[in-house]
């Protein structure tokens, strides 16, 4: 490998793509044009990344397969920070075979770890944690270690284990310094932050405050009936009741939750539940079958009973009842908790990512688009959403740079 190349490489694994480009911008040798393709995507220009990165693959010989497998990697890195997470997983796993079987285990390591990042994104928890425990982060170098830590940490984070994730999250900030990347460090940071921000908000006998993932751990443990509607779920200690998929009894048991002890009128619970600004007798029809099936999926945990008004929640065991609501109030909240990492979502990726139809996704993208919430760019299948202003920093781009064989 030639001193400007090896000069290149050096200079993108600190994290100065500038300094990279100075010396290979005008190269288009193999080589070049893959260390390009990774200095313009950690510079944010990820379709130029992605053609340069295609490009370098192409040039390699058939002979050069370890170069090659690290241009799909790098191509991998460049599709999931533009949150394409329809980009095919299969050509990451032969890509990862073979820098396996050629001894790089380093880019060996990212790639298991973009496949971890990405299944961990779409909540796929069980399936990150156990292609994560098959490697050992003491064997790794810096930015990968404070990689893999960063992973740990958003496993324990989705899981409500406060305790693990901030522990995991002190060891990627000591991985991070050794490494001395900046972006790194500060995605770090970001991660810190997120740890200790407000993630939701408890309801409960008419008064409000924020949480933070500590205070919904511990809520969680608690005795307390706990309707989630974050994950829209009724539970106690012993028990729990999803009501996913079935969103009228969910909001029923949020209105009765939130009024508790008291009771909520029927002509109230028909507003929550039905949209109606006025209940008639179809309305009024519909709402005993719905408590009837409320009463039935809630058995286990709770009494729904009729009042003289309209209908009251009795827990069966706790002793208090507690609504664990988003942070902020949002008919979508669930498409801006995804579009507040800063990247830029397609549609069909956020609707993998959230377990919904694509054209669910796109109405609310519209109505977020007319609330001044959301602006898109882009058209078609290049269209992609974000937040305006972006928040916070661009998730790091830890893209393999050639350092072994300099």
């Known amino acids: 490998m030639d001193s400007l190349i090896t000069a290149a490489a050096r200079a993108l694994a600190m994290g100065d793509p500038l300094g990279a480009l100075n010396r290979i911008a005008l190269r288009d040798d193999a080589p070049a044009l893959a260390l390009r393709g990774i200095a313009m995507a950690q510079l944010g220009d990820l379709d130029r990344a992605r053609m340069l990165v295609r490009k370098a693959a192409r040039a390699f010989g058939p002979k050069e397969a370890v170069a090659r497998a690290r241009c799909v990697l790098a191509e991998a ?14 050509t990451l796993d032969a ?30 928890l069980d399936a990150a944690e ?6 050992a982060p003491a064997r790794l170098p810096p930015a990968l270690r404070a990689a893999h830590e ?10 409500l284990r406060t305790r693990p994730a901030r522990t995991a999250l002190a060891r990627a900030r000591r991985a991070a310094d050794a490494a001395r990347i900046p972006g790194l460090i500060a995605e770090v940071e970001r991660a810190t932050q997120i740890l200790n921000a407000p993630a ?18 511990a809520l969680q443990a608690s005795p307390a009936l706990v309707v989630d509607a974050c994950r829209y779920a009724v539970r106690d200690p012993r028990a729990t009741v999803s009501l996913a998929r079935r969103p009228v009894l969910f909001a029923l048991a949020q209105a009765l939750a939130e009024a508790w002890p008291g009771d909520v009128s029927r002509d109230a619970l028909v507003a929550r539940a039905f ?22 999926v809630l058995r286990p945990l709770a009494h ?8 009251t929640l009795t827990p069966r065991r706790a002793t208090e009842i507690a609504v664990l609501a988003r ?13 507040a990492d800063g990247e830029s979502w397609s549609s069909s990726a956020l609707a993998l990512a959230l377990g919904a139809s694509q054209r669910k996704v796109q109405r609310a993208l519209d109505d977020l688009a007319a609330a001044g919430k959301v602006q898109s760019f882009g058209r078609g299948r290049a269209q992609r959403w974000t937040t305006p202003p972006v928040p916070g920093f661009a998730t790091t781009l830890l893209l393999p740079a050639p350092l072994a064989d300099a």
Do not use: C, Y
């Open 95 to 124: 890509a990862r075979a073979t820098l396996e079987q050629h001894g790089d285990r380093a880019n060996a390591a990212h790639a298991l770890h973009l496949e971890v990042r990405r299944l961990l994104l779409m909540g796929h």
């Open 275 to 296: 949209g109606a600004k006025r209940a008639d007798e179809s309305h009024r029809a519909r709402l005993r079958v719905e408590i009837g099936r409320l009463r039935a």
């Open 200 to 217: 939701a908000r408890l309801v409960a006998q008419g008064k409000e405050r924020l949480l933070s993932l500590a205070d919904v751990e």
């Open 327 to 339: 942070p902020v109030a949002e008919k979508h909240g669930g498409v801006l908790a995804f579009l």
């Open 150 to 159: 960063l992973v740990t940490a958003g496993i324990a984070m989705r899981r």
């Open 77 to 90: 890195e460049i599709a999931f920070v533009s949150r394409d997470l329809g980009w095919p997983a299969k």
């Open 130 to 135: 156990s292609l994560l425990a098959t490697l």
């Open 304 to 311: 729904v009973s009729a009042t003289k008004d309209g209908f």
